[in-house]
């Protein structure tokens, strides 16, 4: 009887021992594979208990991009992750969810029309903070649709609907009370 509690014991202990090799594994190559993994499953909300135990920058920044209801924000901070935290496994996500967001703002039947037409647009402002963009695209939105845009570091605020020659722009920045420019987006 000692003997069979002696084994049982024994093989306890081996059992654990992989369990903690994994664990410390994980804290080692981070979380990258399960936060793919529950994006894949389709249990994004899976992320909300792993993110305390996250300490990896571009982990961080991912999951709380994939965690945000706000559209423009969950723009910018994946834009954030692949600006100043890159990371080659999480990186394609990034992309393509900016681009699922980018898309979503100009559906493919409006892109092209807007680049055959050649599409003029008003920015209201461009900033290195997304929150004072989102202040002065909050001031804007009682007066026209706008969204904010992040290319190369900056969060631009711009009207959602494009014109189509630069006069109709100047027509149109000339009933808001916001100063703007017309800038042209192929």
């Known amino acids: 009887m000692t003997l069979l509690k002696t084994s049982a014991f024994l093989l306890l202990i081996l059992l654990q021992v992989p369990l903690q090799g994994n664990s410390s594994l994980a804290q080692t190559k981070g979380y990258r594979a399960l936060i793919l993994q529950y994006v894949r499953q389709d249990k994004v909300y899976l992320l909300e208990k792993l993110r305390p135990r996250v300490t990896n920058k571009s982990e961080q920044t991912v999951i709380d991009a994939l965690l945000t209801e706000d559209g423009p924000v969950a723009a910018g901070l994946f834009h954030k992750q692949l600006t100043y935290y890159p990371d080659?496994?999480?990186?394609?996500?990034?992309?393509?969810?900016?681009?699922?967001?980018?898309?979503?703002?100009?559906?493919?039947?409006?892109?092209?029309?807007?680049?055959?037409?050649?599409?003029?647009?008003?920015?209201?402002?461009?900033?290195?903070?997304?929150?004072?963009?989102?202040?002065?695209?909050?001031?804007?939105?009682?007066?026209?649709?706008?969204?904010?845009?992040?290319?190369?570091?900056?969060?631009?605020?711009?009207?959602?609907?494009?014109?189509?020659?630069?006069?109709?722009?100047?027509?149109?920045?000339?009933?808001?009370?916001?100063p703007s420019m017309t800038v042209r987006i192929n």
């Open 88 to 178: 080659p496994a999480l990186d394609s996500l990034s992309k393509a969810r900016l681009l699922a967001y980018r898309s979503a703002l100009f559906p493919a039947g409006q892109q092209a029309a807007a680049s055959a037409n050649g599409s003029y647009y008003l920015q209201f402002g461009s900033f290195s903070s997304l929150h004072n963009a989102q202040k002065l695209a909050n001031r804007i939105k009682a007066y026209t649709a706008v969204t904010i845009f992040s290319e190369k570091g900056l969060h631009k605020v711009r009207t959602r609907k494009g014109f189509s020659t630069k006069g109709e722009a100047a027509k149109g920045a000339k009933k808001l009370p916001f």
